[in-house]
């Protein structure tokens, strides 16, 4: 019979975007384009439809929903500007498969779906379409089916019901309840899908639940105190729904006939190869890759070309014989033509390991669950491949570390590897396939659905991780072209790859809390809560939920009356400028709801989940991320120590749980202003050389230019701080508009201060400049070391997009250096303490070392700690400096 697919094409394209951002040819990216395409391309295989439509989302203050409800959907982001680069090509694709594109003003993609799925589906046409907005459910009928990207096909009201919990009819009013945070649908407070189900199970709609409201006591988990919120929020539950609830009876200016579809080839051909789509082109029938000037380049294709030339061999994935390995002696006898000239990846996720070499992918099972899973002896193996020889590779090696592997010799880490040359910042090995065999895995949700991955068997796990291990290990040779053609070669085996044992041994060894200590502050926290609730609650007039920016912005500037309370599209802003403005002006309410956001943020951040996450005898495994940041700085998590407020009185309350174990102290060292030496190191400005050289205070010496004071007189406290703010503020590419933000003075006081900060250090805007125009030149930057980053946007047209480039250009340069700096004393460091039992390297948040030393060798240890941060890097005309703290608790020696 004859089918429709229906295409939600927002969906469709972020969903393609964010699984292949580093796709892109010498000119553009293109990872959204082809992710479509590829998606395009099995849907047409899959249903082979006669009919299809492109539904297309407007911009959202063009929706009809935002008259209804302001803040409909105001929590979403800007587009990437990558992607936006990619819609010209996905449109024209759809122009040249004769795919009709359809956007209708005031109303959304899925109105468009809606409306004329309803019309198919009359007529006796079965319906697909294509979605990840599991709102959409709602649209499933007896002709309409919903294909859920990534995830699986509802067929039926039962699959809808498994899905979501209750049958297609009863989506709107579920939402109505629980409101959709991702569209900023407020629902009713307190109500989630537990509480929700069984009211509409038992009443039916939203009507059929508020002509019951008193009744609801007879549910588990409602009382009168729900029930209260219920009524009070009577008006959002209904708002609520009609948010949820997906328009139908849209009119289109077309026939049926008109949904019909014809692609012309010679289009698409000269698409694919401008795009350098080399399979796409196959699909076409044809070989040809060779570039063709374009009849569309200058107009709808037109892009700023990039300097940086990326000529690459066509890699193609490797033939392996797959294996399940059952026991030890299989793995040897396995693995007994293994040479040292061969190249072996070892791959762990979860469950096992792949052991890939020369044409065999062998798939080794530790830690599946029951007797399907026919684990190997993890000890037994970890000491087979301790003595491996050939040259071993791996992703994420620290990972193999922390299961207890070493190995005899250097492995190679290709996610290192790989971020180094794409400047990736996400964990995760398919995206490496994605880029060099433009092959997009499989999504583990689609294959294995909601299975438990631990009870899944050896032999369905194990052929999984193996086409992914294949698929990576097809790109061995091409990644260490790359690494070798960018020259990365030494900041990879001389920076980040002796790093990774460095980490690993951090993660291991944590750092101790007290327990009693946060349990007693959190008791105190909660409250100061308490109080301030009470206090906001009273000068407010009435009690409502502080955690509701719509509740708060009607008390403030409705009832109250305060100033700034303009209303726009999404309703009153009460976020941190607003309030802070308002405290300014002695709004003690304003004042109070300050407090009351930072004491809340601390509590739930860190008094309480740190405790949580402790593991033996009370001790902290933070997590360090070595390819988190795009400049080489280190990130952490689980929980992340960087964040925690440095100088502020909560900072230090927060450090204060961080301890030593007993006859055992904490030594803090970090370097002094080490970004702003690195700067006058680089630049070479004679000002800021002389600062340093000299010894000179230099946040004093940058005061008296800035406010043009004599050379006798003094500088304050005040101006010293402001100078400090400039100082840094040039490192981070402050425009005037920021800097008068941050200092709260005008722009034009703030363009000045800039001006007469570059009259003062003039080799350092010239460094800029220099640092810009390579960027220009060659579409990424370079560290004093030789780390790359890619600097998106360096050829924007867009002039605030060309200027965010530029200030991550300049930041790049001067942050990485410092952060690199730091890489290589911890290097240096952990060579030497390595083999020491009475000292411990615990922790590294920016420019600070934590380390835990035995009290008797306190004084010898630090003059040795002061020697490696000041002597292992040492900067042209500059000296680093270091300051360092001993304390029992990381409060004291910070």
């Not at 209904?238 to 006939?257: G, H, Q, T, V, Y």
């Not at 009690?543 to 509701?548: G, V």
């Not at 890619?790 to 001067?814: F, L």
Request: hydrophobic letters at 35%; a negative charge; aromatic letters at 10%.
């Amino acid at each position: 019979m004859k089918r429709a697919l229906l295409l939600d094409v927002s969906a469709m394209m972020y969903r393609a975007y964010y699984a292949n951002m580093n796709m892109r040819t010498k000119e553009m990216p293109t990872g959204a384009v082809y992710g479509f395409l590829l998606s395009l391309f099995q849907l047409l295989k899959e249903y082979e439809p006669e009919y299809m439509a492109a539904a297309f989302d407007i911009k959202r203050s063009h929706l009809k929903r935002t008259e209804l409800y302001a803040e409909y959907k105001s929590n979403r982001d800007t587009t990437p500007e990558d992607l936006v680069k990619q819609i010209p090509y996905i449109e024209a694709i759809l122009d040249a498969f004769g795919i009709q594109r359809i956007k209708i003003d005031g109303y959304e993609a899925d109105d468009i779906l809606g409306s004329l799925s309803t019309k198919l589906s009359k007529k006796g046409i079965p319906v697909t379409i294509v979605t990840g907005d599991k709102d959409i459910s709602q649209l499933l009928d007896e002709n309409t089916e919903i294909y859920l990207l990534g995830k699986e096909v509802l067929k039926t009201r039962e699959d809808v019901k498994n899905y979501i919990n209750v049958y297609p009819e009863k989506i709107p009013d579920l939402f109505g309840l629980i409101g959709d945070s991702s569209d900023c649908i407020p629902g009713v407070r307190k109500i989630g899908p537990k509480k929700a189900v069984p009211m509409l199970e038992k009443y039916g709609n939203l009507e059929g639940i508020y002509e019951n409201i008193d009744k609801l006591s007879e549910l588990p988990g409602v009382g009168k105190t729900l029930i209260q919120i219920m009524k009070e929020d009577k008006e959002l539950a209904f708002l609520s729904r009609s948010l949820a609830k997906i328009e139908r009876n849209l009119d289109f200016p077309f026939s049926l006939e008109e949904l019909q579809f014809e692609k012309k080839e010679e289009v698409l051909r000269e698409i694919f190869q401008k795009l350098e789509f080399k399979s796409f082109l196959k699909r076409l029938g044809s070989e040809e890759t060779k570039e063709e000037k374009s009849l569309l380049q200058g107009n709808l294709f037109s892009a700023s070309p990039r300097a940086e030339k990326e000529s690459r061999t066509e890699v193609k994935e490797k033939n392996l014989e797959k294996k399940i390995i059952k026991s030890f002696e299989e793995l040897k006898k396995e693995m007994e033509d293994f040479s040292e000239e061969d190249k072996i990846l070892l791959l762990y996720d979860r469950l096992g390991i792949t052991c890939t070499f020369s044409q065999k992918n062998l798939y080794l099972p530790f830690f599946h669950e029951g007797l399907l899973g026919n684990n190997l002896d993890l000890e037994e193996c970890k000491q087979f491949f301790s003595t491996l020889k050939g040259k071993i590779y791996t992703y994420h090696l620290k990972e193999l570390y922390k299961l207890g592997f070493s190995f005899s010799k250097p492995v190679y880490d290709m996610m290192i590897a790989y971020h180094l040359v794409s400047s990736q910042t996400k964990e995760d090995y398919t995206l490496i396939g994605q880029y060099y065999l433009k092959k997009i895995a499989e999504d583990e949700k689609t294959v294995f659905a909601k299975q438990k991955l631990e009870s899944l068997s050896a032999e369905v796990y194990g052929d999984f991780l193996l086409n992914r291990a294949g698929v990576l290990y097809s790109c061995l040779d091409i990644l260490e072209e790359d690494v070798k053609e960018k020259e990365l070669e030494a900041v990879l085996w001389e920076t980040e790859l002796p790093l990774i044992p460095v980490l690993a041994d951090m993660e291991r060894i944590g750092i101790k809390i007290d327990r009693k200590y946060f349990e007693a502050y959190s008791l105190e926290l909660t409250e100061k809560l308490a109080l301030l609730e009470k206090a906001i609650w009273e000068e407010a007039g009435e009690e409502f939920n502080l955690n509701s920016p719509k509740q708060l912005g009607e008390i403030l500037f409705l009832k109250l009356n305060l100033p700034t309370g303009k209303k726009t599209k999404t309703g009153f802003s009460t976020d941190v400028e607003v309030l802070e403005h308002l405290s300014s002006q002695g709004f003690q309410i304003a004042s109070n709801l300050l407090e009351y956001r930072k004491l809340a943020k601390l509590k739930n951040t860190y008094v309480d989940p740190i405790p949580k996450m402790t593991g033996e005898g009370d001790r902290i495994h933070t997590c360090y991320h070595q390819i988190g940041t795009v400049t080489g700085r280190l990130s952490s998590s689980d929980p992340n120590l960087q964040n925690i407020p440095v100088k502020t009185e909560e900072g230090i309350r927060i450090r204060q749980g961080f301890i030593a174990r007993e006859g055992w102290k904490l030594l803090s060292i970090d370097y002094s202003q080490v970004e702003l030496r690195v700067l006058a190191s680089l630049s070479k400005d004679e000002n800021l050389l002389k600062a340093y050289q000299e010894k000179q205070d230099l946040h004093s010496v940058t005061a008296k230019r800035i406010f043009e004071l004599q050379e006798d007189e003094e500088v304050s406290r005040e101006q010293r701080i402001m100078a400090k703010i400039i100082n840094f503020s040039i490192i981070y590419g402050k425009t005037p508009f920021g800097l008068a933000k941050e200092l709260g003075i005008s722009v034009k006081d703030a363009g000045e201060y800039i001006k007469r900060y570059f009259a003062q250090y003039p080799r350092v805007a010239q460094f800029e400049r220099q640092v810009i125009t390579f960027a220009e030149e060659h579409g990424y930057v370079e560290t004093y070391f030789g780390r790359r980053r890619i600097i998106d946007g360096i050829h924007s047209k867009n002039k605030m997009v060309k200027s965010q480039a530029e200030r991550m250009a300049v930041n790049t340069v001067v942050q990485g250096t410092a952060a690199e700096i730091l890489k290589k004393v911890m290097i240096k460091i952990y060579s030497w303490l390595s083999q020491k039992t009475d000292i411990h390297l615990l922790l590294q948040v920016h420019d600070e070392l934590i380390f835990e030393i035995q009290e008797g060798k306190l004084q010898e240890y630090e003059e040795n700690l002061i020697r490696f941060m000041r002597e292992t890097i040492q900067l042209e005309e500059v000296e680093l400096e270091v300051n360092t703290n001993i304390g029992d608790t990381w409060a004291e020696a910070k």
